[in-house]
């Protein structure tokens, strides 16, 4: 009986072994293959969540509003260049698509689309933003070249103006 035994916890630890030993080459396989966020071609003020980076082609983007990230979060153009934004809330809650320099102010409910024009800076940057997630990282920039900063733009919820009807999540 006591060889049995000895059988059979020598064969669990063998096990036991072999499965951290193959467990711990996949988990290490499995993180090398994961990409590293690339540095944000501008800088902005606050926190943001970088959900990449994307030329403009042929006067027109798409762009992601989505719980709490604008994707992509920097768009490349032309200086002076005028691009249709083609805007679609995926997240589940209202979301804006705001440039306080160029007047512009789109909200859109979760699920809805609809379409803005912008210009591309002539030189720096410009940012972007929902009014109502800002603080957490939901906001970008329009550029021309890498290395630029854009000025700090935006007012929190708190000192927005108007009724804007308590979306300051």
Avoid: W
């Amino acid at each position: 009986m006591r060889r049995i035994n000895a059988a059979v916890a020598a064969l669990a630890a063998a096990l036991l072994v072999g499965g951290l030993l193959l467990g711990g080459t996949a988990v290490a396989s499995s993180s090398a293959a994961v990409p590293a966020k690339k540095k944000p071609p501008v800088k902005l003020s606050g926190k943001v969540n970088n959900e990449g980076t994307k030329k403009v082609k042929s006067g027109k983007i798409e762009v992601e509003l989505d719980d709490f990230d604008i994707k992509p979060t920097f768009i490349q153009g032309k200086p002076g260049q005028k691009v249709t934004v083609e805007l679609k809330n995926e997240g589940s809650t209202n979301h804006t698509f705001t440039i306080d320099s160029e007047n512009v102010d789109k909200e859109l409910s979760p699920g809805k689309k609809a379409k803005v024009e912008v210009t591309i800076p002539d030189h720096g940057a410009t940012n972007f933003y929902c009014r109502f997630h800002k603080s957490s990282g939901m906001q970008g920039a329009l550029f021309t070249k890498a290395g630029a900063s854009a000025k700090s733009s935006g007012k929190s919820p708190s000192s927005s103006s108007g009724s804007g009807g308590g979306y300051g999540y």
